[in-house]
């Protein structure tokens, strides 16, 4: 599966932004989609995941309340609502696609298969 991920932008603390990531190729009726993060000098970090049929989600601790997954199925469409945004949100989101997952594994960079390029959101303070 191919991803495109779009969306990124700077805004202010406290602000919101809405990232997309559309998926094209392989049928993903049975994936899960996840946004990862990598900030300046810091290693990639999970950020949230949904399988795309049902309603499991998984969230960092750090995005919980503030952060939502979803999706659309009808645009093979992920989302990623950033809501009370911080300046520690800064950094590269990245969207990943992959199958057959638990939900132990769904925060794991390694469980996987497909990247997107990255949209690059700045959160000034």
């Known amino acids: 599966v191919q991803l495109q991920a779009s969306g990124g932008g700077l805004v202010q603390a406290g602000g919101s932004l809405r990232l997309s990531c559309a998926a094209s190729g392989r049928t993903f009726s049975n994936g899960v989609m996840g946004w990862f993060r990598q900030a300046p000098g810091k290693e990639r970090e999970f950020v949230a995941a949904?399988?795309?049929?049902?309603?499991?989600?998984s969230y960092a601790d750090s995005v919980k309340g503030r952060f939502t997954i979803s999706r659309d199925n009808a645009k093979n469409t992920a989302y990623l609502q950033m809501n009370s945004l911080k300046p520690e949100d800064t950094a590269v989101y990245y969207c990943a696609a992959g199958y057959n997952m638990i939900l132990s594994t769904m925060q794991l960079i390694r469980a996987y298969d497909s990247w997107g390029q990255g949209t690059l959101v700045t959160v000034s303070s």
């Open positions: 949904r399988r795309w049929s049902g309603g499991t989600t």
